[in-house]
Every structure is written in structure tokens, then in C-alpha cells.
């Protein structure tokens, strides 16, 4: 596998052996030594989550606030931009995010540590979105910010994305961070 290291610290890029023929193909998913070694991910796993989405849909930014989750995320159908921004105001790279294109042709995953906010735009006509977590979804724990913040400036490949109600009216950075934006 190949693990490629993104200008936010822990994210990275991971690019499992795929193993294929006329038949079909194979590839780990997850293998606990190999991406320890590897990649860095020394969390336990809890919950494994798998959400279908239509063209345009656009989910997140995400968070949880006192308990972060890492995902270890992957499209097993159709294609996604799938985004990470750094929420720490702590941290050097405050308000920057990182994206890439996964899809089930590339089998790209995207290690998305605790204390980053996490969405995905679809861009393939239908898209099964796959993640591992490192802690436990509570509702009462969520956060987010919202998709378009000037301040992060994420070059999303979609101009007008389907958003749910609760994600059209998260806030910016600056309304979550003031004094650090």
C-alpha cells in the first residue's frame, strides 16, 4: 500500500495493493499492523457506517465536538470529493483543508484523524460512501461548518449542491473560532 502524507498533520491519502484479473480484484481494506506501520493509525475502530447519496448531494463539514471521531473513509460505488478541514486554532494549519477524489475505480481511502471536520460532495450519479470511526456518533456532540466558508475557500467541483437543512445554516470558522480566524 501506498500512504501519502497531505500538508495536514495525520491526514493522509492511502493507496491499498489491489490484487485483479478478468475475474475481479481484492485489496485489505483494513489491516491493524499495516496501517499502523504504515499510515500512522494507531485508534481502535467502533462503529462502521455506510451512506448512499445522489449526484450534487453535499454532506458535512462534520465534527464532534468533545469526542472526535477519526474515519477512515472509502467509496466502494461511484465517485466522491471528499474534504478535511483543520478546526484546531491551535494548530499551524488552522483553517486549510485538504481534498481528494475517491471512487470505486481508484480505491483510495483518506485517514481523517480526530479534530477535523469531514465532508464529501458526489459527483458520480450515485455514490456508497464507506467509514470506519474511532469513537461513537452522539447527536448531542455534533458540530459542523458550513461548505462554503470564504475563509477555508474549499475548490469544491460543484457550484449549487443538494445540502440538508441542518447543513445549510451551519456556521463559518470565524462563528466558531472567533478569536482565532
Known sequence: MEVIKTKLD????????????????FLETFQQERY??????????????????TKGVLRGLHFQKTKPQGKLVRVVRGEVYDVAVDINPSSPTFGQYEGVILSETNKAQFWVPPGYAHG????????????????FYDPS????????DPTVAID???ENPS???????????????????
Do not use: M
Not at 120 to 135: M, N, R, W
Not at 163 to 178: G, H
Open 141 to 148: 456532540d455534533e458540530g459542523g461548518l458550513i461548505w462554503n
Open 156 to 158: 469544491w467541483p460543484l
Open 163 to 181: 445540502l440538508s437543512e441542518k447543513d445549510a445554516v451551519l456556521p463559518t470558522l470565524e462563528e466558531l473560532f472567533p478569536n482565532h480566524s
Open 36 to 53: 499502523r506501520e504504515l499510515a500512522g493509525i494507531d485508534l481502535p475502530f467502533v462503529q462502521d457506517n455506510h451512506s448512499r447519496s
Open 120 to 135: 464529501f460532495a458526489v459527483l458520480s450519479e450515485t455514490a456508497d460512501f464507506e467509514y470506519k470511526c474511532t469513537d
Open 10 to 25: 495525520g491526514v493522509v491519502i492511502i493507496k491499498p495493493k489491489v490484487f485483479g484479473d478478468d475475474r475481479g480484484f
